[in-house]
């Protein structure tokens, strides 16, 4: 039953609400204006927020969609609260989410300072990893451990993690669902470190936190936005030990990180 005392706007948004809510479209929220993205890059397409539809995607019957301004929708979705390393690491266990559960010998969660304010991010564990449990403790790794080390660091200093953490067979790329199963804990790592810059080490990483496919090679040496913290993209260390020539490049890259840390 309609109630008449409702002014139009409000009964509007009622008949609105309850329209999302058949959907199965709730809870609805606003976008703080603080929370906006600075481009398009700082968007995630998987960013665990519900996107109102466009009101073109419905009906025609449906009622016009009032103007988002409302203070019904001034809250962000429930953020977590914070969490530490530790409980992700429990919460992970001994994860059999996806099919690299199957080959592994062990998970690489990621280490180094929770205080960090440098944070790099890999792709996924190799054979040395899987053996040790460590990321980046391979040849990648002490060329990894070196470029640190010129940026005035030790690694204890900074965190290291992976998009995934188990080492896939053959140490091929990582597939989109591994990606996607694993993914949310990497966020949740970053999210709990919050620090002053992420490094992502080549391509997997930098798509899996941009939410698209962008090139290496096109952006390295760039600054993006990550859920309000600042995001930096290199060549993976183990893409300069095959290809020498740009090594120009991730020392340019290596001197915007360290101008940026101050
Ligand atoms: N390569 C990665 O991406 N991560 C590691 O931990 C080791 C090598």
């Not at 990621?110 to 403790?137: N, T």
């Not at 900074?158 to 080492?167: L, M, P, Q, T």
């Not at 990497?186 to 941009?210: D, H, M, Y």
């Amino acid at each position: 039953m309609k109630d008449e005392r409702l002014p139009p706007a409000a009964e509007r948004l009622r008949a609105w609400l309850e329209f999302y809510d058949e959907l199965g479209l709730t809870p609805l929220y606003r976008r703080r204006r603080s929370d906006a993205p600075a481009s398009e890059a700082s968007v995630p397409q998987r960013a665990a927020t519900l996107p109102v539809p466009a009101a073109a995607t419905f009906v025609s019957a449906a009622p016009t969609p009032p103007p988002l301004t409302l203070s019904l929708f001034e809250e962000a979705p429930p953020r977590r609260e914070h969490e530490s390393l530790e409980q992700i690491r429990a919460e992970l266990g001994e994860c059999t989410r996806c099919k690299l559960s199957q080959h592994r010998r062990t998970i690489v969660f990621g280490e180094g300072s929770s205080h960090a304010q440098l944070v790099f991010v890999g792709e996924g564990p190799g054979a040395e990893e899987d053996a040790q449990g460590r990321p980046f403790v391979g040849r990648a790794g002490q060329l990894l451990t070196h470029w640190i080390e010129s940026l005035g660091l030790k690694r204890s200093e900074v965190y290291i993690c992976n998009v995934i953490k188990c080492r896939p067979p053959g140490n091929r790329t990582p597939e989109r669902d591994e990606i996607e199963t694993c993914s949310p804990f990497l966020f949740r790592q970053l999210e709990s470190l919050r620090p002053k810059l992420i490094c992502c080490l080549g391509s997997v990483a930098l798509q899996t936190l941009l939410g698209k496919s962008v090139s290496i090679t096109r952006v390295r040496g760039q600054f993006f936005d990550w859920r309000g913290l600042k995001l930096f993209a290199t060549f993976h260390p183990a893409y300069l030990l095959r290809n020498p020539g740009v090594q120009r490049e991730v020392q340019e890259d290596l001197r915007r990180i360290c101008q940026f840390l101050g």
